[in-house]
């Protein structure tokens, strides 16, 4: 069993928690014994695209440049290696840099140049970081390119990386497992391919998939809230994605709910840290329930045979068992998705589960199981989660057990199992005001804490100008490749709390003569980012140096204009750019001078603070505030 962050921007916020709950969180992902015990981590290879809650920086923004020390995938996997040695891990891109798209957003026109995009990757993660990639796939719910894989396939093995095993095709349900009928007709392909990956298969795989040899993984799953319904469909995944499919393998998104809300799938992660300002995390019941699997079986651990320690309970519910040919661990659950709706994505079983009584023939010579118990309260009655019930003697080859209903229970010849806990949580609490960030005190290349890109790539960087510092420049000159529906344009980046009232916020910015944006913005209200930040609305003050100008606007696409007028802005000049609302008064200065005040009674009423561009180029930003008015 294994779960990853599908990274996609989803820890942002993890990267600037202080030292001491930031290890707390990283205790209770991949610390063995102590919670969730993950046993592989899946990450985004950058690619300079938005892939659901933030841009992902790419380790080669253009084909000349390389850089890996981008982002911070780098430290996640460095964190969880630290904590268990054997974590295997994954690299998958969701986007690619524009050079890579051959003018038409396809990756693969030349199978060798993006094959080298990859390789580079995954050199570049042993020689600067000593991580060794064990997995690697093809691009994100997109359609594969069967010569690229076969390149990427030899690439690999010339470059020595060999152990390195293709995953494909992390495609969506309706195509997820089609991938077999290519193999059957291309014996190089079929042999390019180590693992077959399925994206939100409802626990089932096609005969095709069971009959091809290769091992079955559910390469995305689960994508739901980590209250109880979450926690419930946890369960019922690990155990059924085998007894349905001989799926051996569910990585699931995401890992950690480290983004900001209201940006897409708020909630969704299997345990929530979204206060670095506090220091505040909670751990949800996504993580017990995967505890009862992974805590008590190692990669490399097999499933007994269905009907011999793996299928259903006449009560409803499922068993599977696992042994490592010493050690045996058997998991039930009993999940009653008739009654609660478990997993609304992926999951149709709908068979009522009742209390039952069971017993389990054990075929061997084991004297006696642990037995570890979780159950859901459903809002009824106090949950319990990861809970040690003791020693269970075996009688005449047999053990007997009651199961109640929305429950799991681990029984095992294992003694490490371990419920982690930490006492000293600091208290909730809000984005502090006022705020400010010179960008001084970072590296170069760094993004800066608390901004979540949304589209574009903003990092720290040595000013174009004499009289600056260190700056937050937008680096991207060129669209990537997407992987959202849509094609993004507009580069900004969300920061702070969305359900401000009042509030100002205050940034310089310069644009320089080459390689530069249309113009610059500070933004207020911006209600949205994701894959649908095309649509945002909020207020908006644009400056554009071409025409020595401003203008407000409602909306990113500028097509609810506010004002406009003259302005003095030029070309590598720099200039402060101000936007205030108070009581429903809207103020907006450019260099100190009020350009626009008037009462709206329409302004939006809640959303983040952005900064961004006009079309992707280069905008520099600096002394950046906020600040209650």
């Known amino acids: 069993m294994s779960l990853s962050n599908k990274a996609i921007a989803t820890s942002k916020l993890l990267t600037t928690y202080p030292k001491k709950q930031q290890s707390d969180i990283l205790d209770f992902l991949f610390k063995p014994n102590f919670g969730a015990s993950l046993q592989i981590l899946k990450v985004e290879i950058g690619g300079d695209a938005q892939s ?234 996504p993580i017990w329930m995967a505890a009862h699997t992974t805590q008590f079986t190692s990669p490399g651990w097999r499933y007994l045979a269905h009907g011999s320690g793996v299928g259903w309970l006449k009560g409803g519910g499922s068993i599977v068992s696992l042994t490592n040919s010493s050690d045996l661990t058997i998991i039930l659950e009993t999940m009653d998705a008739a009654a609660h709706n478990f997993c609304p994505r992926n999951d149709a079983e709908k068979i009522p589960v009742k ?86 005190g970072y590296t170069i290349d760094q993004e800066a804490a608390n901004f979540a890109q949304q589209v574009g790539v903003f990092e720290v960087h040595q000013s174009c100008s004499a009289k600056r510092g260190k700056i937050l420049r937008q680096v991207l000159l060129n669209a990537p490749v997407h992987w959202c529906p849509e094609v993004l344009t507009q580069p900004f980046a969300v920061i702070g709390d969305y359900a401000w009232n009042d509030l100002r916020a205050d940034v310089s910015v310069m644009i320089p003569h080459v390689n530069s944006s249309r113009a610059a913005f500070l933004a207020l209200k911006v209600d949205q980012g994701s894959c649908t930040a095309f649509l945002a609305q909020g207020v908006f003050l644009w400056v554009t140096p071409s025409s020595r100008s401003f203008e407000l606007s409602f909306d990113l696409a500028r097509t609810k204009k506010l004002a406009s007028g003259p302005v003095a802005v030029g070309y590598d000049e720099w200039c402060s750019l101000s936007l205030q609302i108070k009581n429903e008064t809207l103020t907006a200065s450019v260099n100190g001078k009020i350009l626009f005040r008037s009462v709206l009674a329409s302004l939006p009423t809640e959303g983040f603070v952005a900064i961004g561009a006009d079309g992707f180029g280069q905008v520099e930003f600096d002394d950046f505030a906020l600040l209650k008015p």
């Open 52 to 285: 659901s809650e933030g841009t992902e920086s790419s380790h080669m923004h253009e084909e000349w440049d390389e850089n890996y020390n981008r982002g911070y995938e780098w430290w996640m996997m460095k964190e969880a290696k630290r904590r268990n040695p054997s974590i295997k891990l994954i690299g998958l891109p969701w986007g690619f840099p524009g050079w890579l798209g051959g003018g038409d957003w396809f990756p693969f026109h030349n199978p060798n140049k993006t094959a080298k995009y990859i390789t580079n990757w995954i050199l570049g993660a042993k020689k600067f970081h000593n991580l060794d990639i064990d997995y690697v796939g093809i691009w994100n719910e997109k359609w594969y390119d069967p010569m690229y894989v076969k390149v990427l396939r030899a690439m690999l093995n010339d470059l020595g990386l060999k152990k390195v095993q293709i995953i494909a095709a992390d495609l969506l349900p309706v195509d997820c497992w089609d991938i077999t009928n290519d193999l059957s007709r291309d014996a190089q392909l079929n042999s390019s391919i180590g693992i077959l990956g399925c994206h939100y298969g409802g626990t089932e795989s096609s005969e095709m998939a069971k009959d091809s040899g290769k091992p079955l993984w559910s390469s995305e799953d689960w994508s739901v809230f980590n209250d109880e319904n979450g926690g419930g469909c946890m369960a019922r995944l690990l155990n059924r994605n085998y007894v349905n499919g001989l799926i051996t393998s569910t990585i699931a998104w995401n890992i950690l709910y480290a983004y900001y809300p209201k940006l897409m799938y708020g909630g969704v992660g299997l345990m929530t840290a979204i206060e670095p300002w506090s220091g505040y995390f909670s751990v949800q019941s």
């Open 355 to 440: 209390t039952q009584n069971i017993s389990l023939i054990i075929n061997s010579d084991i004297l006696t199981m642990h037995l570890w118990f979780s159950q859901l309260g459903m809002n009824i009655t106090r949950s319990v989660y990861f809970k040690y019930l003791g020693p269970m003697t075996v009688v005449n080859n047999t053990i007997h057990l009651h199961l109640e209903v929305n429950s799991v229970y681990t029984l095992t010849t294992l003694t490490q199992g371990h419920r982690g806990e930490v006492n000293d949580i600091p208290r909730s609490g809000s984005f502090p005001l006022p705020y400010s960030d010179n960008f001084e």
